[in-house]
Nanobody, 126 residues
Framework: QLQAFGGGLVQAGDSLRLSCVMP????????MGWFRQAPGKEREFVAG?????????YYSDYVKGRFTISRLNAKNTLYLQMNSLKPEDTAIYYC????????????????????WGKGTLVTVSS
């Protein structure tokens, strides 16, 4: 139901933009999040954005100031602009959607997201 793409191999300091489309869901009805999972590590929250009407965004401390989450409801597409990439950003990146109440409390909780994409691999070389 969600399809993430845009990953690839880049060098440290480069930028990359991930996209996530939702062919069967209306983006404006959902709070959206990006998560990532590095080899041998647990899935972790990257960024989240409230559903249409406020566009309030949340970021993990690891990416704050470097990554920007945004949404274009007219294209039913979610984005993650990643700047100043570091080798530790290497991971599979997943987009996810939720309608959970109290999103301002639970935005980083992966179990609250009911819809997930397959992920796209981002590799940052040093």
């Amino acid at each position: 139901q969600l399809q993430a793409f845009g990953g690839g191999l880049v060098q440290a300091g480069d930028s990359l933009r991930l996209s996530c489309v939702m062919p069967e869901l209306r983006l404006s009805n959902y709070h959206m999040g990006w998560f990532r999972q590095a080899p041998g590590k647990e899935r972790e929250f990257v960024a989240g954005i409230r559903r249409s009407g406020s566009d309030i965004a949340y970021y993990s401390d690891y990416v704050k100031g470097r990554f920007t989450i945004s949404r274009l409801n007219a294209k039913n597409t979610l984005y993650l602009q990643m700047n100043s990439l570091k080798p530790e950003d290497t991971a599979i990146y997943y987009c996810a959607a939720t309608t959970t109440a109290s999103y301002s409390v639970y935005y980083a909780n992966a179990s609250r997201y009911g819809y997930w994409g397959k992920g796209t691999l981002v590799t940052v070389s040093s």
